[in-house]
């Protein structure tokens, strides 16, 4: 699976939109980009993945550039429930072998009210 | 809640012990992990499981030892731990095939090996 660059902190005021970056330059064309975050101390929560296209969803936005090397997630009214570590995962979806995740450092997100 | 059930939450035990992490879900899927994640790191993949079958060993200790009796169910068998082994388990499951593969996970069991 290929690896992932996040900023390992961001802040963002409460009510605007956090809009977290990801490099991902070794993508490969069948490896899809899966966003999840973790409040702490318990277990991730998955958020959106998408392939090419933008995706949205009730939580948040993905948008993936045209040559895939990176993309943003947004949420577009960050709270302070938002507060959490968010986590950038490129994988390939292999037939019968499930959801398998490679996490990294991810990006500790503080949202201020 | 994400339908993925961790039990116990917190667990204290002696180096000397054995006690078995439990996880179960109930939505039908076929694919289970263990994960592991220590103070200040990131989550590290222990075991996979796909209908059963283990197809994932990520170089962990013998003294982890997994369990699948079924696609709902996973355990993790600990004896003779060392204090370095204390951390947060984490279970997850999803599916295996199709559109949409993401996994959930449980709340974790917090163990702590003194």
């Known amino acids: 699976d290929a690896k992932t660059t996040q900023p390992p902190s961001m802040d963002c005021a409460e009510g605007r939109a956090a809009n977290l970056p990801c490099n991902h330059s070794t993508i490969s064309g069948n490896e899809y980009v899966y966003w999840y975050r973790q409040i702490h101390s318990q277990g991730p929560q998955y958020i959106i993945h998408g392939l090419k296209n933008n995706e949205t969803n009730e939580m948040a936005s993905l948008i993936i550039t045209e040559d895939r090397k990176s993309s943003t997630l947004i949420l577009p009214h960050a709270t302070l429930r938002d507060t959490a570590v968010y986590y950038c995962?490129?994988?390939?979806?292999?037939?019968?072998?499930?959801?398998?995740?490679?996490f990294g450092q991810g990006t500790e997100l503080s949202v201020k009210p | 809640e994400t339908g993925v059930t961790q039990t116990p939450r917190h667990l204290v035990m002696g180096m000397t012990n054995k006690k078995s992490l439990k996880c179960e879900q109930h939505l039908g899927h076929n694919a289970m992990y263990w994960y592991k994640q220590s103070a200040k790191k990131p989550l590290e993949l222990m075991f996979v499981y796909n209908f059963k079958e283990q197809t994932e060993n990520n170089s962990v200790p013998s003294r982890f030892s997994p369990e699948c009796p079924n696609s709902s169910h996973l355990f993790l068998h600990l004896h003779t731990l060392q204090p370095e082994d204390s951390a947060l388990y984490l279970c997850?499951?999803?599916?295996?095939?199709?559109?949409?593969?993401?996994?959930?996970f449980g709340q974790g069991t917090r163990l702590t090996v003194v």
């Open positions: 997850a499951s999803s599916r295996t095939g199709g559109r949409n593969t993401e996994a959930f």
């Open positions: 995962i490129v994988r390939v979806m292999i037939y019968n072998q499930g959801g398998k995740l490679i």
